[in-house]
Structure formats: C-alpha cells, structure tokens
C-alpha cells in the first residue's frame, strides 16, 4: 500500500512539474495510518450518519470498500454524490495537506459515510502523510506573482496537534490554514 502511496504523490509531483522528487522526499519515511470502519445496518438510515462530513487533513487516503454496499459520498458543487463500490479497486482521496502543498490546485475532497438499512458496511482506509519533522505549505515553484501562497506554513507535528483539537467539521480546519489576500 505504501508503494502505491508513494507512486501517486509522485505522479502529483509530476504532473505539476515540481522539482524531481520533491514531492517522494516530503512523504518518503511520512506517517501512515490505518483505519478499519464497520458500519452496521440501521433501519432508519435517514436519521444517523457513519461518518460526519469532513476532509482528510493526511496527504492522501486509499479506501478499499470490502463489499457491494454503498455509503461513502463526496461533495461535488454543493450536492452529496454516493460513490458506487467496484470490486477490486481503490478510491483514492486527495487530503488537506496535498490541497496546501499544491496551493489549492489539487484540492482535498469533502465526504461522509452514510449507513444502509439492510446491510453491513465495510472499509479500510489507509491515510499517508509526510513525515513529523517536515514543514507543510504551499511548494516555492507553485508560487507566482500571479498565484501567491495560499496557506500558511507549519510544522507537520504541529498541523495535526491542531486538526485533533477541534470537531470533525466540513472542511473548517483548511480554511483556518487559509491566508487571506486583500480585495
């Protein structure tokens, strides 16, 4: 997993045209964690919720959702979208600390569990991020007079110490790692 982890922030790297694994070194020897979910059946799903909306503050997410039910949804343009399992196959969502390093050209995708009134969820999500001692903000060669920096630079220790400080809430902890150009 963490292969594959490593193959795509480097494909992000690319595709950006950031210098040669600039992107590999910020995640390489990074954090890792895992996350097993179990989602009961509930007979009325329209009155409880798996899992709040929220962003991913890590790098990137890879879900395996283990069977045919559905329950995980984004936000796409203000509308809950539910996102149809396929076997096999992993999603793979964009988290906070890539949206601040890329300054906002790849941003991080607000989502929630949903619960089925027949059958059981499952998935395991594995969340990737640099490593403790790195500092987290938007890249130099991202940053123009045209496109200035968007996010504040910080201590990666320091950014989740203050992400698990606060509630699970949309996407509000981003917005407070957020600097505000004048008008």
Request: aromatic share 8%; proline share 6%; charged share 25%.
């Amino acid at each position: 997993m963490k292969n594959l982890a490593m193959v795509i922030v480097d494909h992000i790297g690319k595709a950006l045209k950031m210098k040669e694994m600039k992107m590999t070194e910020l995640f390489e020897d990074g954090l890792q964690m895992m996350r097993m979910n179990y989602y009961p059946p509930c007979p009325q799903p329209e009155k409880v919720i798996g899992l709040k909306n929220h962003s991913d503050p890590q790098g990137i997410t890879l879900l395996l959702q283990l069977n045919d039910v559905e329950g995980l949804q984004i936000k796409k343009d203000g509308i809950w979208v539910s996102v149809k399992p396929l076997p096999n196959a992993f999603i793979v969502n964009i988290g906070d600390i890539i949206e601040i390093i890329t300054n906002g050209i790849y941003r991080s995708i607000e989502h929630r569990a949903k619960v089925s009134s027949e059958k059981e969820r499952l998935s395991i999500a594995t969340f990737y991020s640099p490593k403790q001692d790195n500092i987290v903000g938007p890249i130099e060669s991202l940053i123009t007079e045209q496109n200035p920096p968007r996010f504040k630079k910080i201590g990666v220790e320091e950014y989740f110490k203050n992400f698990f400080a606060r509630k699970l809430e949309g996407k509000s902890f981003i917005d407070l790692m957020r600097i505000e150009h004048g008008n």
